[in-house]
């Protein structure tokens, strides 16, 4: 399938890079920093994210952190915002629970929402079998998916391609064997006729999304944005990162180790002889 939107630019992850103390030595220590004179504001809040790592008590400053910048954070770019929700998600339990005890979390950015609502942003993206007409075979408008969007997004594309492609040969088999005994109706009202599927629900959603929006706009508030950015954008990422790994003496003993700092796990490889003896 092809490509509909633009990748992610990745810009906050190249913003949100420390490399010195704070922001104004960062930016002078960088020959080639237009992004971080840029993005200036968005990087002394990280930097001050990252400086509640090094207090008495990590859990209570970073608490005070989202309760105080949250205002700051929804201001931000939808790119940005959505770095600091992945952020507060993995954030520890403590900090979440503390900051619920601060703040109604569920009227900010950071509030929870379900796979329900990105539905209802995409229900018309894929077209079902069922929301096509019997005398369809060839499928050459649209080819009738199985799986909802958000559902779609979470597979690769070789498997997306392979549900697609036997999709695409059962629901034409389906519709050449029920044609030999059913010459097809028309479709008055929802459901109105045995045997005949509901090909204008699609059309039905379609005049029907803009007052569904707003209710989900509504409902969701200053997410409402970020919930489109993601939708558009950051599902299309097809970035990748080369795996880097370097060398680490460990008590003598040289270790694999990642960017992270965590050990490299080495794939062993067994043979036959080995599994019998």
Known sequence: MSCQVPSKTLVHELVNTRLTSNADSQINSISNNKAFTTYKDELELYIDYLNTKQKADPITSEANFWKDNLSKIEELQPEFIVFWIDKYEATHPKVKEELKSLINVEDTILQNFSDSISNIFRQDENVSARYTTVDDIEFDSAIPSPLT?????????????????????????????????????????????????????????????????????????????????????????????????????????????????????EDKKFNTEDLLG
């Open 149 to 265: 969007a958000i559902l779609q997004d979470k597979l690769n594309s070789n498997v997306q391609s392979n549900i697609l492609n036997s999709s695409t040969k059962v629901n034409s088999l389906f519709n050449q064997n029920i044609n030999k005994i059913f010459n097809g109706a028309q479709q008055d009202s929802a459901h109105g006729t045995n045997l005949t599927t509901d090909y204008l629900h699609l059309q039905r959603i379609t005049e029907n999304k803009p007052e569904l929006l707003e209710l989900v706009a509504d409902y969701v508030g200053n997410l409402y944005e970020v919930l489109l950015y993601v939708f558009n954008y950051k599902l299309n990422n097809i970035q990748s990162v080369i795996p880097v790994t370097f060398s680490q003496d460990v008590e003598g003993t040289e270790v694999k180790v990642d960017t992270l700092g965590n050990k490299v796990q």
